[in-house]
């Protein structure tokens, strides 16, 4: 699955003991719990994130601890696309990479 906008990314999703594996192309894995949190720092910065599979959708929410920010990932394995959502985008930009790259 690609993310549709800005460059290409391949998002896969590995099961894992209590939850997924979530893979950004080959750079960035975050963590994802199923029924709780789980915490991560994929390039330093700490990540949670929580997610399920509805269906053939899977949803997770990522929330950037040390930012006030969060996004929504949806990955459809029915049309093979992800989209990742920003509640607010940052005044930085939406590179999900950018913000969890420790400064």
């Known amino acids: 699955?690609?993310?549709?906008?800005?460059?290409?990314?391949t998002v896969i999703?590995?099961?894992?003991?209590g939850g997924w594996l979530v893979?950004?192309?080959?750079?960035?894995?975050?963590?994802?719990?199923h029924g709780d949190w789980r915490e991560s720092s994929p390039l330093g910065r700490p990540v949670v994130a929580?997610?399920?599979w509805q269906g053939s959708t899977f949803v997770a929410d990522l929330?950037?601890?040390?930012a006030p920010h969060r996004v929504?990932?949806?990955l459809d394995t029915g049309t093979r696309t992800a989209t990742a959502t920003w509640s607010a985008v940052p005044l930085t930009g939406p590179s999900l990479e950018l913000h969890l790259r420790s400064p």
Do not use: C, K, N
């Open 13 to 17: 999703v590995e099961p894992i003991d």
């Open 50 to 52: 929580a997610g399920a």
């Open 72 to 74: 929504r990932l949806i």
């Open 63 to 66: 929330y950037v601890i040390t």
């Open 23 to 33: 893979r950004f192309g080959s750079l960035l894995v975050i963590e994802v719990g």
């Open 1 to 9: 699955m690609s993310l549709p906008h800005g460059r290409a990314t």
